[in-house]
């Protein structure tokens, strides 16, 4: 199986992720993670920038949704403001 490989810790707690993983996930350097453990699993997730075609999809849903939700643009500034402390 090409998907499992063993690898070990260093001790400054790097991990080696085998190159025939990289290879299959097009890992490159650089590359982030979420990481999630629990009792005796470790779960690396690649985080992964949208493409812009990707990023160009999600924005058009997020309008559709907040123009439906009635959300208009003053809100969405207002809600900024708040957040950064600048507004109650």
């Not at 350097?29 to 812009?52: H, M, Q």
Request: proline fraction near 2%.
């Amino acid at each position: 199986m090409e998907n499992i490989s063993t690898t070990k810790m260093s001790s400054k707690g790097q991990v080696v992720i085998p190159e025939n993983i990289r290879k299959q996930l097009n890992l490159k350097t650089g590359s982030k993670f979420i990481v999630v453990g629990e009792k005796d699993v470790i779960i690396l997730k690649n985080i992964a920038l949208p493409s812009l075609d990707e990023f160009s999809s999600l924005i058009a849903e997020a309008r559709k949704k907040g123009k439906k939700a009635g959300i208009q643009k003053n809100d969405i500034n207002d809600a900024i403001l708040k957040v950064r402390g600048k507004i109650k």
